[in-house]
């Protein structure tokens, strides 16, 4: 679980253990360990593991046979991970994979029987058809469980519900492998369990001889239209009412169609921004598409029009973000997040839901990542440390930083939604999500200023983060190094951002 900002809870205050496997060349505190034990639901602890990960880069790359060059991204990626890794070509299969501009990206999963791993992948991009780099973690199968599962899914349904104080949702379950940190590899039902007033989106691992819970993904992360532009930060810096601010090129039905349906509210192909209930959307305030509710700074959040203004700029600001990051390469293929995907490949389905002054939480936000295909959503909270009280909604950093986790979530490990569980991985995540916000905020003038985060939300100059990020070591002076300090993701986040 991965919030806005820290907050201490049982989830995050997660026993760690030392690192597996061979002597880390680093000093092995927990954030570097491949797993680590997470309080989960009713208080059970489950095991999060991920196998042992190496990863090569080729320079310029490396040169493959003529042959090769006609294949499709499936074929190069079972090839070249089977031949990197020595193995048979059944022993690799192909997840999903794309190409764009001269870049070809594949992901690729380790199979045994036909059964495919949740957590033994590889990864490999080439440019120009050379390979240039090569990521994986598969691991040795000298025991392995039986691949026909003995054990019903449905029988254990009720239970991990239970275990997990949620319900199972709409996605089919399936059966994969699941590497264990004992060098044992479990065959896995793999479903998942929601509770969203608890705060709570789990893919369990139930173990399909023994009917018992073994390891959980966590999918949440934590956090003409008058708007505050992308480029600004806080409303202080004041509206404005923008015009066509969509692109053509990102979204090529408007923000208002999925080619379908075309609606005259805060629901799109994109991005659906509500508060309550996902059709309590903003209506435009005149015809022809105009949204013009100004935000008043002197009423709190809940008062009329501060609602409209609020989902107004949640819906213009993801939408922006999405067609920002479409043109450097989020896209369909790349596992975005949109209703209909024009048949330009990944899976649809999937728009963003941000939910305003969601009632969840207060000072926060938030945001799960489940796997492509699947709606990412996004709760932004009132913060209540002022009076009137403040919208996160108006203050950009914070859905850019939580619109990143989806991002980022995304675009590591092929759509799966799995790979940044540990702690230093997360971390990452983290400083990715700040640094895009920071991005943003510098995207209209060549100044690079010193940035700080929630400022406004949190009324305190400093923002929420130890340091501000800037160019100057006297303002900022943490370095790589400092990780070696650092045990929580918000806190090792702002070392890589
Ligand atoms: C719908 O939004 C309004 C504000 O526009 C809010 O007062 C109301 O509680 C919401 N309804 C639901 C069902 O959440
Ligand atoms: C997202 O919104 C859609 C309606 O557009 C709804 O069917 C779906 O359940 C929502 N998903 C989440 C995770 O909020
Ligand atoms: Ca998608
Ligand atoms: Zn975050």
């Not at 019903?152 to 239970?162: G, L, Y």
């Not at 004992?182 to 709570?200: C, I, K, P, R, W």
């Not at 480029?231 to 601010?245: A, H, R, S, W």
């Not at 895009?436 to 400022?455: K, Q």
Request: charged fraction near 20%; charge should be negative; include cysteine.
């Amino acid at each position: 679980m991965v919030a806005f900002k820290k907050y201490l809870s049982s989830v995050l205050l997660a026993v760690l253990y030392a690192s597996y496997g061979d002597a880390a060349p680093w000093p092995t505190n927990a954030k570097h360990a491949t797993h680590s034990v997470r309080t989960v639901g009713s208080g059970v602890q489950i095991n999060v593991f991920h196998p042992k990960a190496d990863y090569k880069t080729f320079g310029a790359g490396v040169d493959v046979p003529p042959s090769f060059v006609e294949l499709g991204i499936e074929d190069k990626t079972v090839q070249t991970v089977s031949s990197q890794l020595n193995l048979d070509s059944t022993k690799v299969a192909f997840k999903s994979g794309y190409t764009q501009e001269g870049q070809s990206f594949g992901y690729a999963r380790q199979s045994h029987d036909g059964v495919p791993f949740v957590n033994a992948v590889a990864n490999v991009a080439f440019k120009d058809n050379r390979l240039v780099a090569f990521g994986q973690s598969f691991v040795d199968t000298s025991k392995i469980a039986d691949s026909k599962p003995t054990v019903d899914v449905n029988t254990v349904i009720p239970k991990v519900e239970d275990q997990l104080q949620g319900k199972i949702n709409e996605i089919k379950p399936s059966v994969e492998y699941l590497a264990l940190q004992d060098g044992t590899v479990s065959l896995v039902h793999v479903f998942q369990v929601q509770n969203l007033e608890a705060g709570t989106w789990y893919e369990a691992y139930v173990d399909a001889h023994s009917g018992e819970l073994v390891s959980v993904t966590d999918f949440r992360s934590d956090g003409s239209y008058r708007v505050l532009p992308i480029f600004k930060k806080v409303i202080t810096q004041g509206l404005e009412l923008l015009t066509d601010p969509q692109n053509p090129a990102s979204s090529p039905d408007g923000w208002h169609s999925d080619g379908t349906t075309t609606t005259t509210d805060t629901f799109g192909n994109n991005v659906v921004a509500f508060k309550g209930g996902v059709t309590n959307t903003t209506s435009q305030s005149s015809d022809g598409l105009v949204f013009d509710y100004t935000y008043d700074t002197t009423k709190e959040p809940t008062d009329s029009p501060n609602v409209d203004a609020a989902r107004t700029n949640a819906f213009y600001l993801i939408n922006s973000y999405h067609d920002t990051l479409y043109q450097y390469g989020f896209t369909e293929q790349a596992f975005n997040f949109q209703n209909n995907n024009f048949d330009k490949g990944g899976l649809g389905n999937d728009r963003v839901n941000i939910s305003v002054q969601d009632s969840s939480g207060t000072d926060n936000a938030n945001f799960f990542t489940p796997p492509d295909g699947q709606s990412g959503l996004c709760r932004m909270y009132i913060w209540d440390l002022t009076a009137p009280k403040r919208d996160g909604s108006l203050e950009n950093d914070i859905p850019l930083h939580e619109m990143t986790h989806g991002l980022t979530n995304r675009m590591t490990g092929g759509g799966t939604a799995r790979c940044l569980q540990t702690v230093e991985s997360g971390g990452m995540g983290e400083g990715w999500s700040d640094a895009l916000a920071d991005w943003f905020a510098h995207s209209a003038s060549a100044e690079i200023t010193d940035m700080t985060m929630g400022p406004y939300v949190a009324n305190n100059p400093a923002g929420i983060r130890t340091h501000p990020y800037s160019t100057s070591v006297d303002v900022n002076p943490l370095r790589y190094s400092d990780v070696a300090t650092r045990d929580e993701v918000h806190d090792i986040g702002e070392v890589s951002a």
